[in-house]
């Protein structure tokens, strides 16, 4: 496992400031950060995963070392076929803890030689989410403090504003 390969996955239904954020930190720490979007067929998202592939590629594709793919399946299986040590997690509230807590024990009692590391995220983004901005995106309310242009574009096309 290469100890300077991270995958940072997640729904990103949309990418927010908060993922931004982390990417961003992670990305200095690391000399390959892989985005890594879920391809899950039980949840019932609002984008779908090549428009949350491509808001990803608009927003940080031009970094260098950021790579943006998906995924499907067990998520360690796939960190496994990128040989990447770790993951890259961020953590919000104390509201996250027991859920990503979980996930870690379980990926790691999976594969043992990866790791997951944590990020605690801004104290600015301690209460962003993608279900808030979703919420209250649909609802008509402000999320501009939530989420980058790109995304707000993007949200007012579903409310077929644009
Ligand atoms: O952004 P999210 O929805 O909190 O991300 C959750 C994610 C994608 C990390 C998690 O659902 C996941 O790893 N899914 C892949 C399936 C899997 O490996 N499940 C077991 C985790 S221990």
């Known amino acids: 496992m290469n100890p300077r390969v991270a995958v940072y996955p997640g729904s990103f239904d949309p990418v927010t400031l908060g993922h931004l954020s982390i ?16 391809r899950n067929p039980g949840k019932d998202p609002m984008f779908t995963i090549e428009e949350r592939e491509e808001m990803l590629h608009r ?27 770790f993951i890259v997690r961020g953590l919000r509230a104390v509201s996250d803890f027991d859920y990503e807590f979980q996930m870690a024990v379980q990926n790691r009692r999976m594969e043992p030689e990866v790791d997951t590391l944590f990020m605690m995220t801004e104290a600015e983004h301690f209460y962003v989410s993608s279900r808030m901005v979703k919420e209250i995106a649909m609802l008509g309310g402000d999320v501009a403090h939530m989420v980058p242009q790109e995304v707000l574009d993007e949200l007012d096309r579903k409310r077929g504003i644009k």
């Open 23 to 38: 990417i961003a930190r992670a990305k200095e720490a690391l000399e390959t950060l892989i985005v890594a979007v879920v």
């Open 59 to 85: 927003l940080v594709g031009d970094c260098p070392g950021i790579i943006i793919e998906s995924f499907e399946g067990l998520l360690i299986d796939y960190v496994r076929d990128k040989d990447a040590k």
